[in-house]
C-alpha cells in the first residue's frame, strides 16, 4: 500500500528558547526538519512527504527542501500550518493526493527516530492495525497530582499509576488513512498525539516497541543529547 509521511513542523519551539521555528533550528549543521524528512524517506516504503511548515514559512521551508537531495523514489510536498498541531496535521492531511493507503504523522522536533522504527510502524498498519503508536517504558515514576495554584508551588500528589502499565509514546504513528481522517473530522477535543483521536472513534490502538533516538527536541538539554547522537552516528 502506497505510504504517505506528514510531517508537522509549524510550531514556534518555545520551550526552546528564543530563536528561529523549531523545525529550523540546526542540528549537526542542518535543518532538523531536513533530519526528519530524510528519516521518513529512509523508509523503501514511503513515496510521498507532506511537510506543515509554519505559516508565513512555506516558501523558505520549500527552498530548503529543494536544497537537501532526497532519495529519488520520494516526492515532497509543502503546506502551511495553523494554530496547533492538531490542526497542523489536519492542513497536511487535507493536502495528500489520492491513493496512499496508510499515513504517518511523525514530528519534525523527532529528527533522529531510526528507520526501522519507522518501518516497524507500517508493518504493524499493513498488519491489519488502524493505528500504531512506537512506544517505550517510562523510566520515571509517575504522580496525578493536584495542580498549584502558581508556578513552583508545591502540589499535592492524587495517585501514582502503576508504572509498569504505562508507555511513554513517540511518532511516527501510523495510520490506515480514511481511520486517521475520520478521527481529525469526528474529534474536536484538544489532543497531545493523533493516536488518542481514533481511541476516541473506539478503535484499538496498537504499540509497538519505539526507540530511544526518536526522542523529542523540546528543551535545551535535548539539543544537546541530539548533537551527541548524531555525532556518534558519525563516527
Ligand atoms: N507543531 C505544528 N503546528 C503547531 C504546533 C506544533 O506543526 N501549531 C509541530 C511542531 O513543529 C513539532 C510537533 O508539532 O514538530 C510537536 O510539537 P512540539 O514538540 O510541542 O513543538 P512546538 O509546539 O514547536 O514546541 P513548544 O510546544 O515548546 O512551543
Ligand atoms: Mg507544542
Request: glycine share 8%.
Amino acid at each position: 500500500a502506497p505510504t504517505a509521511a506528514v510531517i508537522p513542523a509549524a510550531g514556534r519551539g518555545v520551550r526552546l528558547g528564543p530563536g528561529a521555528p523549531k523545525a529550523l533550528r540546526a542540528l549537526g549543521g542542518t535543518p532538523m526538519l531536513i533530519h526528519a524528512v530524510r528519516a521518513m524517506a529512509a523508509s523503501r516504503a514511503v513515496s510521498l512527504v507532506v511537510v506543515v511548515a509554519p505559516p508565513d514559512g512555506a516558501p523558505e521551508v520549500k527552498s530548503l527542501l529543494d536544497a537537501h537531495a532526497l532519495p529519488d523514489r520520494t516526492d515532497f510536498l509543502v503546506v502551511p500550518g495553523g494554530e496547533s498541531r492538531q490542526e497542523s496535521v489536519k492542513l497536511g492531511l487535507d493536502a495528500l493526493p489520492p491513493g496512499y493507503d496508510i499515513v504517518l504523522v511523525h514530528d519534525a522536533a523527532r529528527p533522529l527516530v531510526p528507520v526501522d522504527t519507522v518501518d516497524a510502524v507500517i508493518e504493524a498498519v499493513r498488519d491489519g492495525a488502524p493505528a500504531v503508536v512506537p512506544a517505550l517504558p517510562l523510566a520515571d515514576t509517575v504522580k496525578q497530582v493536584e495542580p498549584a495554584g502558581a508556578p513552583g508551588e508545591p502540589e499535592p500528589v492524587v495517585a501514582t499509576p502503576d508504572r509498569s502499565l504505562l508507555r511513554a509514546v513517540q511518532t511516527p504513528q501510523g495510520f490506515d488513512r480514511a481511520t486517521l481522517v475520520r478521527a481529525h473530522e469526528t474529534v474536536k477535543d484538544d489532543v497531545t498525539d493523533d493516536a488518542s483521536m481514533v481511541e476516541q472513534l473506539g478503535l484499538t490502538v496498537v504499540t509497538v516497541p519505539g526507540h530511544e533516538e526518536a526522542f523529542k527536541v523540546t528543551r535545551p538539554l535535548d539539543l544537546v543529547l541530539a548533537e551527541a547522537v548524531l555525532a556518534r552516528r558519525r563516527l
